[in-house]
């Protein structure tokens, strides 16, 4: 049985690979890792499991990561970022250095559509990566997630948890009257707008225009916001290493 894992900077979000369809996705907080191991060794038969996990945080937490699971599966494959891969090339000068889950959807992305696309990662972090029909990996940006941007303001509003929870659209009034609604709303339109921006750009390097695919926690929310067809896809990590693992 293979088992997949998207370690993230807040978030452990695990699946069951049967010949790249997800099964019984879970996820756990990062600080739950042992809420994780439990329910693995609950939930599979381990003496036949295998485990093939991107990871994107530092060695220490990876160490740790291994310790608490040694012994649990066969095998244990971390998957990191490579030069190339599956005939997608990396633009990073240390390609180590690009995380190994915008990495696997570069790549997934690639193999999946053959064309120039656009990928929105939205989680603690927003992550934009554009890689070409022919497999370049042309570069990206990174933008604040919705929960570094909301931590921004909690100390200074005293205000606990904010939600993203109202979606905009084209009749809304924009501007808000309370605290807590400008901060939601703000964020949502520094979001959409530079992903429309980006796009826009990308549009105008010539037909056909790009795939757009909106990935990761905050998906559904984002993309609502957008004036651009995209494709949702909250777990593209773990499909892409789904389609992944069925290759290396």
């Given amino acids: 049985m293979k088992l997949l894992a998207d370690i993230g900077n807040s978030q452990i979000k695990v699946a069951q690979n049967d010949n790249q369809k997800l099964l019984k996705i879970k996820s756990f907080s990062i600080e739950d890792i042992e809420k994780f191991r439990k329910y693995i060794t609950k939930t599979y038969s381990i003496k036949d499991c295998t485990l093939f996990y991107s990871s994107v945080l530092g060695d220490k ?3 740790k990561i291994k310790k608490i699971l040694k012994g649990i599966f066969i095998s244990e494959t971390q998957f990191k970022s490579t030069k190339s891969l599956m ?23 690639h193999k999946i559509f053959k064309k120039n696309t656009m990928i929105v990662s939205c989680g603690s972090a927003i992550s934009i990566d554009y890689v070409t029909a022919t497999g370049i990996h042309k570069g990206g940006l990174i933008l604040s997630g919705a929960e570094r941007y909301n931590n921004c303001f909690l100390d200074i509003h005293n205000l606990k948890n904010i939600k993203l929870s109202n979606n905009l659209n084209k009749n809304s009034n924009i501007l808000q009257s309370n605290t807590l609604k400008q901060i939601t709303t703000g964020y949502k339109v520094m979001i959409s707008s530079s992903i429309n921006e980006i796009y826009s750009g990308l549009c105008q390097r010539g037909k056909p225009r790009p795939n757009l695919i909106i990935t990761g926690s905050y998906s559904k929310n984002i993309s609502r916001d957008l004036k651009i067809k995209c494709l949702v896809e909250p777990y593209f ?3 892409s290493l789904a ?3 069925g290759k290396i």
């Fill in 87 to 109: 005939t997608v090339r990396n633009c990073y000068n240390q390609p180590g250095k690009l995380g190994s889950d915008r990495w696997a959807q570069i790549v997934a992305a």
């Fill in 237 to 239: 990590v773990l499909k």
């Fill in 61 to 63: 937490f990876n160490r």
């Fill in 243 to 245: 389609l992944i693992q």
